[in-house]
Every structure is written in C-alpha cells, then in structure tokens.
C-alpha cells in the first residue's frame, strides 16, 4: 500500500518540478522580449534620425549644388521676399521641402522614434526658419497652409517668445 501511496506523492512533485521549470522559462522568455525590444527600439530610433537628416540634407546638397537657387535662397535669408515672383516661388517651394522635413521629424518624435538629442536638433532648425517666416512674412508666417494644424500649433507654440 505504501508503493501505491508514494506513487501520487512522486507524481505531484514532478508536476511541481515542471511548473517550476515552466515558470522560469516564462520570465527568462520575457527578460528577452524586453531586451529585444529596447534593441530593436534604438534602431528604430537611430533609422528615423537618419531618415530625417538624410532628407535635410538631401535639401542642402541640391541648394549647394545649384548656384542660382543657393543665390536665391541667401538671398531671402538676409533680405526675404521679394526677388521677384518667379524667384519667391522658387524660395516657397525650398522651404515647404525644409518645413516637411522638419514636419516629419516633429511626427517621428511624438511617436517616440527619436530621442531627445536626436529631436533637439530638428527642434531649433524648425524655430529659427519659423522666427525666419515671421520676420520676412510680417508676422504671418505661411505655416498653416503648409503643414497640419498639429506641427502648425506646435512650432507657433514652441518658437515664440511668448510660448
């Protein structure tokens, strides 16, 4: 009778055994998942700034790479509009370029995919062209007809001196 007692007893224990072992494979499972999260969040991170500052860049090798729009666009930084109409357009369309991407940045950021640093950069290139607009737009900067009222709201909000 003993045997047949004892035989329960064995069988609990290895069920314990594996419930234990069961266990610890959960957690050591979700201490990967979190490390391969964070990792794959970094790279995710790191590919968003670099999306974003390739097309920054993109925008600068083209002005570097053309005399007459790098002309144009000195231009309209020291002085602003009014080089004439065609000349203001073609500044209008580098700029809503520059304000995409800056735009695109601004939505990386909120939904996390860069960091602080990273977004800090894309931050104060965003106010200075915005502090830009307004000196050479008096006061008007065409902001609401280029970008969502979100990053719209934002810039006017973040790169004021009243904001």
Known sequence: ????????NRLGRWTQIAE????LAVV????????EVRQNTQVTRAAAYEKGMEAVNEWRFKLASDPELARLYR???LEGPGQGELEDYRVRI???VLWSDYETAYFANERGLLGAEEW???????????SRDLEWWHGESPLRRLLTN????WVQ???????
């Open 1 to 8: 009778m003993s045997s047949e007692s004892s035989s329960p």
């Open 20 to 23: 234990i072992i069961a266990s």
């Open 28 to 35: 050591a499972t979700l201490l990967f998942l979190v490390a």
């Open 75 to 77: 231009t309209y930084t």
């Open 94 to 96: 580098l700029l809503n």
């Open 120 to 130: 800090s950069r894309f931050e104060v290139m965003s106010c200075i062209a915005y």
């Open 150 to 153: 979100e990053f719209a709201d």
């Open 157 to 163: 909000g973040r790169c004021t001196t009243d904001g």
